[in-house]
């Protein structure tokens, strides 16, 4: 009761559970999901490691990867630093 009541006296009216519930982000990812069983079906279906690597299926699977995972942090409260910023030429930034 002594940690509510110094917790409500600054304000907060949940005390030290409510503010540790705002602090703290989930990210979850379902494993069912048609997407990411989509996902998965890609990467089964890239060639084994002893065949030559199809480079650009590699490289559309780690940009949909990013894209789903920035997506999904944006949506569970997370930040997302802003990676393209650099790439994009001077007078787009």
Known sequence: MLC????????????IVHDYAMKAKLL??????PLIEGLLR?????PAEDEEKDLVAEEELKEVASILIDGALVRSGFE????????LPEGLV
């Not at 509510?4 to 005390?15: L, M, P, T």
């Not at 890609?42 to 890239?46: G, H, I, K, S």
């Not at 997302?80 to 790439?87: C, E, G, L, R």
């Open 42 to 46: 890609r990467v089964q279906d890239l």
């Open 80 to 87: 997302v630093p802003d990676n393209n910023k650099s790439a």
């Open 28 to 33: 979850e990812i379902n494993p069912h999901s």
């Open 4 to 15: 509510s009541g110094a917790s409500n006296a600054k304000g907060n009216r949940g005390g």
